[in-house]
């Protein structure tokens, strides 16, 4: 299965960018969604997740206010819309497809998750 994250690029401070995640190949509401980063030298830290249906969603506190998770199942695809960014927003960006019972949020253990995508860079310039 290859999910397929775009969207990423360079913007200066405050600005925005939206992220895609595209599913081809799954049953896509039979997953849970999240979205995770690394930057350099660092660790894949959780930034957002959202449910089967869409209903439910969390965030990193680092995040909240900022970024927004979406999903469109007609589409098979999952949004990342990330407002006032910040140079500590610079980072890798991936998305983690797991597959969860009814409402479940997939969580933001990363290991749980069954498939990522290739990553999409993010830079903020200050």
């Known amino acids: 299965v290859q999910l397929q994250a775009s969207g990423g690029g360079l913007v200066q401070a405050g600005g925005s960018l939206r992220l895609s995640c595209k599913a081809p190949?799954?049953?896509?509401?039979?997953?849970?969604v999240g979205w995770f980063r690394q930057a350099p030298g660092k660790e894949r830290d959780f930034v957002a997740a959202?449910?089967?249906?869409?209903?439910?969603?969390v965030y990193a506190d680092s995040v909240k206010g900022r970024f927004t998770i979406s999903r469109d199942n007609d589409r098979n695809t999952v949004y990342l819309q990330m407002d006032s960014l910040e140079p500590e927003d610079t980072a890798v960006y991936y998305c983690?497809?797991?597959?969860?019972?009814?409402?479940?949020?997939?969580?933001?253990?990363?290991?749980?998750?069954?498939?990522w995508g290739q990553g999409t860079q993010v830079t903020v310039s200050s």
């Open positions: 959202i449910n089967r249906s869409g209903g439910n969603r």
């Open positions: 190949g799954l049953t896509f509401t039979f997953y849970g």
């Open positions: 983690g497809f797991k597959r969860v019972i009814s409402s479940v949020m997939p969580g933001p253990d990363g290991r749980a998750y069954d498939y």
